[in-house]
């Protein structure tokens, strides 16, 4: 089956980071060729592919990548504004999450993937919440996304009594559905073990963690260094600082994907670049949890991998690629002047710095021959993004929006055609939503 996503402009991401004219051919799920000479090659002109979408006037990028998401979150939009991350989490978060069924869990991650899909990004770093984890990955292997999940793990003392498992129950339960998971979906679904941060979660659990994943060829994805408050938790209980503890209990390294680090000092930036430990920056979950503005020029100039992610709808509250990069960028201006994060580097932390977060940078991140085709077509010529003629990395950063997002190809399959997904009903997906977030709402009273 091969598909011809014919006269576009194609934003590479390459090594040269060349942005090329013409066609990008898909053959059974991987990029064949890119650009009007490799593409036009073998004496297979347009007819010659099984399908051609004509793309004149439009632009390709690979599919952008947010690794840090709560898709189990997604119900919960707008029922946690305007508080300080532990009420947010206490008050609100933790109560939904306990609340959630299996329905709930399926249409929260049918939710989030819609908007998700809708707005570009093909690839995410998922953390669900402690139960019910398998009713996500059904949601994500129907919708056709391609994402990295796991169900997170609290063990500690303190964590809430509604969450709270013992450790044998919360690894066994993990290992079992890796074991479901892990390479689902002809390899599009991938598991993830997901503690949820060290102040949940107990020495030994950790240790666990780092041994499960390793021998599963599985990413760790965790948060770490949100705010003074939970280092100073962390000091306290540990005697450590928080990313030496973790690199002490094995969750380092390009195999850990660490969302936040607002607060990582200069000898834990030179920590995470020397063990190569992926960082994800959240820019908007940041401020509207008021957690600080991490020092991401100064861990790119240290060499460390960053990433970019929306984190959850209730700290957000969307799940926008586009705003994210927008934000990465222009939140760290007025800190360090106007030159810090130019457009190409933000562009770089949602499709290369990515695809590293989630272990894939050999498939995925990048427009190139023998690469997994996770494509997004792009309609620029809103008003917004004219004139046509300025940079167009820069009107993608800068400018663009979710809802300029035309086509979405995630595996080589076309997941979204026209504005419309292909795999599921908005119309019903809002339904139920909304039906499940009531429900959640009169069960928590809240
Ligand atoms: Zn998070």
């Known amino acids: 089956m091969t598909l011809r996503l014919a006269g576009a402009q194609v934003v590479t991401m390459d090594a040269k980071r060349r942005v090329v004219e013409g066609d990008v051919v898909v053959e059974d799920g991987r990029i064949r060729a890119v650009g009007r000479a490799e593409a036009g090659r073998g004496g297979r002109g347009r007819a010659g592919a099984d399908r051609v979408i004509d793309c004149t006037g439009l632009v390709i990028i690979p599919g952008l990548i947010q690794a840090h998401i709560h898709l189990c979150q997604t119900l919960f939009r707008g029922l946690a504004d305007d508080l300080p991350l532990e009420q947010w989490l206490a008050k609100r978060i933790w109560p939904l999450e306990a609340a959630h069924t299996e329905e709930s869990v399926y249409?929260?991650?049918?939710?989030?993937?819609?908007?998700?899909?809708?707005?570009?990004?093909?690839?995410?770093?998922?953390?669900?919440?402690?139960r019910h984890t398998g009713a996500a990955f059904a949601a994500l292997e129907s919708i056709g996304i391609r994402a990295t999940a796991g169900k997170c793990l609290m063990d500690a003392p303190s964590a809430p009594?509604?969450?709270k498992e013992t450790t044998e129950a919360a690894l066994q339960e993990a290992s079992?559905?890796?074991?479901?998971?892990?390479?689902?979906?002809?390899?599009?679904?991938?598991?993830?073990?997901?503690?949820?941060?060290?102040?949940?979660?107990?020495?030994?659990?950790?240790?666990?963690?780092?041994?499960?994943?390793?021998?599963?060829?599985?990413?760790?994805?965790?948060?770490?260094?949100?705010?003074?408050?939970?280092?100073?938790?962390?000091?306290?209980?540990?005697?450590?600082?928080?990313?030496?503890?973790?690199?002490?209990?094995?969750?380092?390294?390009?195999?850990?994907?660490l969302a936040h680090c607002v607060w990582v000092d200069e000898e834990g930036i030179r920590r995470l670049a020397r063990q190569q430990t992926n960082v994800v920056h959240c820019p908007s979950s940041?401020?509207?949890?008021?957690?600080?503005?991490?020092?991401?020029?100064?861990?790119?100039a240290a060499g460390c991998r960053v990433a970019l992610?929306?984190?959850?709808?209730?700290?957000?509250?969307?799940?926008?690629?586009?705003?994210?990069?927008?934000l990465a960028a222009l939140i760290q201006k007025p800190r360090l002047g106007s030159d810090v994060l130019p457009a190409a580097q933000v562009l770089e932390l949602a499709t290369l710095g990515g695809a590293r977060a989630l272990g894939l940078e050999t498939e995925i991140g990048s427009?190139?021959?023998?690469?997994?085709?996770?494509?997004?077509?792009?309609?620029?010529?809103?008003?917004?993004?004219?004139?046509?003629?300025?940079?167009?990395?820069?009107?993608?950063?800068?400018?663009?929006?979710?809802?300029?997002?035309?086509?979405?190809?995630?595996?080589?399959?076309?997941?979204?055609?026209?504005?419309?997904l292909k795999a599921a009903k908005v119309e019903e997906i809002r339904r139920e939503a909304n039906k499940w977030a009531r429900h959640l709402k009169k069960k928590t009273g809240l």
Not at 193 to 203: E, K, L, Q
Not at 309 to 326: K, Q, S, V
């Open 107 to 130: 249409w929260s991650a049918m939710l989030g993937a819609a908007e998700l899909l809708l707005g570009g990004t093909t690839a995410i770093l998922d953390m669900e919440t402690v």
């Open 161 to 163: 009594s509604g969450l």
């Open 176 to 257: 079992d559905l890796c074991a479901k998971w892990h390479g689902a979906a002809g390899g599009r679904l991938r598991w993830c073990y997901a503690p949820r941060f060290v102040p949940s979660c107990t020495g030994p659990l950790l240790r666990a963690v780092s041994d499960l994943a390793a021998r599963a060829g599985a990413t760790i994805h965790t948060h770490a260094a949100e705010t003074p408050l939970e280092l100073q938790i962390v000091k306290e209980e540990t005697g450590q600082d928080e990313i030496s503890y973790l690199d002490a209990v094995g969750i380092s390294g390009p195999r850990a994907a």
């Open 286 to 300: 940041n401020l509207k949890l008021g957690s600080g503005i991490a020092p991401v020029p100064e861990m790119l």
């Open 309 to 326: 992610g929306a984190d959850g709808a209730p700290c957000n509250n969307r799940l926008d690629a586009f705003e994210e990069m927008r």
């Open 367 to 420: 427009i190139e021959p023998g690469k997994v085709a996770d494509l997004v077509v792009l309609d620029l010529t809103g008003p917004h993004v004219v004139p046509e003629d300025a940079d167009l990395v820069s009107r993608l950063v800068y400018g663009a929006r979710a809802s300029d997002v035309r086509h979405v190809i995630v595996d080589g399959r076309v997941v979204v055609r026209d504005g419309t």
